[in-house]
């Protein structure tokens, strides 16, 4: 299995609303991502766990919390967003949680996500 | 900033022809990976290189790395409309932290 899932699809919430977008990968890999993407823009790290720790929050508002259940879960919780935050959101994994040189990351679909 | 800059950032070619595009970066980096991603949906790798590899293949890709010049190129050769898609380079220190170039996005015309 060398897919990453993510759920849901498309999500469209209001700002004073509280979402989750969920992520699983069951390939083993000890890292995880979370990415921004606006439209015709390269995706933008937002956040990075480690062996189910957060190793790398790339200075994201606090309306985005992420969460790592287990090595094969990833969250991001989404509270009070802004219409700006409107945009496709990539969770990705790879293999060495410690970041080996050699390490290629594994994105899911996306959820395309758009506040109102 | 780690981010490449590709260039050019929009090309349109026959299928069939070779398509090369351009990364440059400005820190020094353990490799540079490239990545594919059909229109609004997630990113596949394509190919990584090493900063002590100069060139490398993969079926019809074939990728360079300058780090003199802090620039690597990726071609596409007999390219098809499947093809169609952007193509974004991503210098990394190898630190789990990939930093996206701009993008080029390429068309194939059937």
Same mark, same amino acid.
Do not use: I, K, N, T
């Given at each position: 299995d060398t897919e990453v899932t993510q759920t849901p699809k498309h999500l469209?919430? !209001?700002m004073t609303n509280k979402k989750s977008l969920k992520c699983e990968q069951h390939m083993g890999h000890r890292a995880m991502y979370w990415y921004k993407q606006k439209a015709k823009k390269p995706p933008e790290l937002m956040f990075v766990y480690s062996y189910e720790k957060l190793s790398i929050n790339?200075?994201?508002?606090?309306?985005?919390?992420?969460?790592?259940p287990n090595s094969s879960l990833l969250n991001l919780h989404l509270h009070a967003l802004q219409?700006?935050?409107?945009?496709?959101?990539?969770?990705?994994?790879?293999?060495? !949680?410690g970041g080996a040189s050699t390490d290629t990351q594994y994105f899911g679909p996306g959820t395309r996500l758009t506040v109102l | 900033s780690q981010q490449g800059e590709e260039d050019p950032q929009a090309l349109s070619i026959q299928e069939g022809e070779n398509a090369t595009m351009n990364c440059s970066y400005k820190t020094s980096i353990n490799n540079l990976q490239w990545y594919r991603q059909n229109s609004g949906r997630g990113l596949v790798h394509l190919i990584l290189i090493r900063s002590n590899e100069r060139e490398k293949h993969s079926g019809r890709l074939r990728v360079t790395l300058d780090t003199s010049k802090k620039s690597s190129s990726l071609l596409i050769t007999a390219s098809r409309a499947a093809d169609t898609a952007s193509y974004f380079c991503a210098p990394s220190t190898g630190a789990n932290n990939l930093f996206f170039g701009t993008g080029t996005r390429l068309t194939v015309i059937p």
């Open positions: 469209v919430m !209001g790339e200075s994201v508002p606090s309306r985005f919390s992420p969460e790592c219409p700006e935050d409107s945009a496709l959101y990539l969770c990705a994994s790879s293999q060495d !949680g | -």
